[in-house]
């Protein structure tokens, strides 16, 4: 299947400062890569979708200015953190699915994820 | 929007015995029904998918079944092993690639020897 990487796996950050995770299709084209927040034992939380080449698209409730996202190419895409405060201590993960419209397209395949944790 | 209910949320059955997770849709236009397994503290990773025009798809001790007209589909897992307890989420989207998916809350799955 489609490898995704997403690094750092691991960070530890001071409340205040800015955090950045790279999330990158290793072996296919993501026109579309999506971020979501994950609370122990709790599902899938979408944050927003990374569309290459324009700005992201947030969910409700979601920050643009505390959760900055590019998407500069076709396999990389990348978030901030900014301005990290502990209730920002989370696992974050991106995903991506494969470039186009088509109607095979599987999906979604994710990276490594990251715990971010903001003392 | 899509809504993706997942039952139940956790479910505990003895090695050998059959496994059986249920998950409703809302959203008639979506095509398509990827099932992820996540171990603690790793990612989500994809084990089978079913498209809106087969009925059933089965791999090895996998199995997924999809009624479109009821808006339901489940994953059957047989023979269960210690190794297959994790978190299984459905969720569902449409075939296109620029589509997120909506993810049911996932069930708790504990195969215990």
């Known amino acids: 299947g489609a490898v995704v990487s997403q690094h750092p796996s691991r960070v530890i950050c001071k409340s205040g400062t800015s955090v950045k995770i790279e999330c990158r299709s290793l072996?296919?084209?993501?026109?579309?890569m999506f971020w979501y927040r994950q609370f122990p034992k709790q599902s899938l939380m979408l944050m927003a979708t990374?569309?290459?080449?324009?700005?992201?698209?947030?969910e409700q409730g979601v920050e643009k200015d505390k959760f900055l996202i590019n998407h500069a190419s076709l396999t990389l895409s990348t978030l901030t953190v900014t301005s990290a405060h502990p209730e920002d201590s989370s696992f974050y993960i991106c995903?991506?699915?494969?470039?186009?419209?088509?109607?095979?397209?599987?999906?979604?395949?994710f990276g490594q994820g990251t715990r971010l944790t903001v003392v | 929007g899509e809504n993706v209910e997942q039952h139940p949320s956790t479910l505990s059955v003895q090695e050998g015995d059959s496994a059986v997770i249920k998950c409703t849709y809302s959203d008639s236009a979506s095509n398509y029904f990827p099932w992820y397994k996540q171990e603690l503290g790793k990612r989500p990773q994809l084990i089978i998918d079913i498209r809106s025009n087969v009925g059933e798809k089965k791999d090895q001790r996998i199995a997924v079944t999809l009624n479109k007209t009821a808006k339901h589909f489940s994953l059957h897992i047989t023979e269960t092993q210690p190794e297959d307890s994790a978190v299984y989420f459905c969720a569902s989207t449409l075939n296109s690639g620029y589509s997120t998916l909506t993810f049911g809350k996932g069930t708790m799955l504990l195969v215990s020897p």
């Open positions: 072996d296919f084209q993501a026109t579309t």
């Open positions: 990374s569309n290459e080449g324009s700005k992201a698209t947030y």
């Open positions: 995903s991506a699915r494969e470039a186009g419209g088509g109607t095979m397209a599987r999906g979604a395949f």
